[in-house]
């Protein structure tokens, strides 16, 4: 099966400090993405990638930073975190950008910020 | 981009009865309809899709409808069973986007 592999599990930082989210896929895949998920707000994209050096801003992407360093991992920056930024945020890739194919997600990183 | 409505955000069904999650679309351009299903803890999985090009598709106990007039999908799981509780988000898409647009999910509960 399609491998996504997120890290940390699980972060606790202060108001103000300096995150860095990693990802790692081995499924060869092209795209890659940063979602947040919150109660009633559901799956919210924060950027996405399209190869190595690419990046492309998604619907949230306020207060965050990204980039693709190689076809395999990307990371999700928080440079000034902030309490609203406290969420459960999942990486995940897929083959093709957004016909016919299976997005493939990480296991997920719990980010609190108090 | 594509705007995605889902109704309804919790769904408390008894054993063995069907659920319904229903979706909206925006965009005529989308072609593409998958469901993801996240079990408490986990990562979101594909459980089911649908093209355009169908109007009705059936694995196991799911059900996926698509109304391509009416810009609507929607998911039915059949005689549901307690390993059917968990958190179901719908998503469109289409060739020319570059990702996808997912509803806002809607908790199922499986009452035994």
């Known amino acids: 099966e399609a491998a996504v592999t997120q890290s940390p599990r699980n972060k606790v930082t202060v108001t103000g400090g300096n995150v860095t989210l990693s990802c790692r896929q081995t499924n060869s895949h092209n795209y890659m993405y940063w979602y947040r998920q919150d109660t009633g707000h559901g799956l919210r994209l924060i950027h996405y990638s399209y190869g190595a050096g690419n990046l492309q801003i998604g619907d949230v992407p306020d207060g965050y930073k990204a980039t693709r360093t190689t076809q395999e991992d990307f990371f999700l920056l928080l440079e000034l975190a902030s309490p609203s930024q406290t969420s459960l945020y999942f990486c995940a890739s897929s083959d093709a950008g957004g016909w016919n194919t299976e997005v493939f997600f990480g296991k997920g990183t719990r980010l609190t910020v108090v | 981009g594509e705007q995605v409505e889902q109704l309804p955000s919790i769904l408390r069904v008894q054993e063995g009865s069907s659920a319904s999650i229903n979706c909206s679309y925006e965009d005529s351009a989308s072609n593409y309809f998958p469901w993801y299903k996240q079990e408490p803890g986990e990562n979101p999985k594909l459980i089911i899709d649908i093209r355009s090009n169908m109007e009705r598709k059936q694995i196991q106990e799911l059900i996926v409808l698509l109304d391509k007039k009416a810009k609507r999908f929607s998911l039915h799981i059949t005689d549901t069973q307690p390993g059917d509780s968990a958190m179901y988000f719908c998503?469109?898409?289409?060739?020319?986007?570059?990702?996808?647009?997912f509803g806002k999910g809607t908790s199922l509960t499986v009452i035994p």
């Open positions: 998503a469109a898409s289409y060739t020319g986007y570059q990702n996808f647009y």
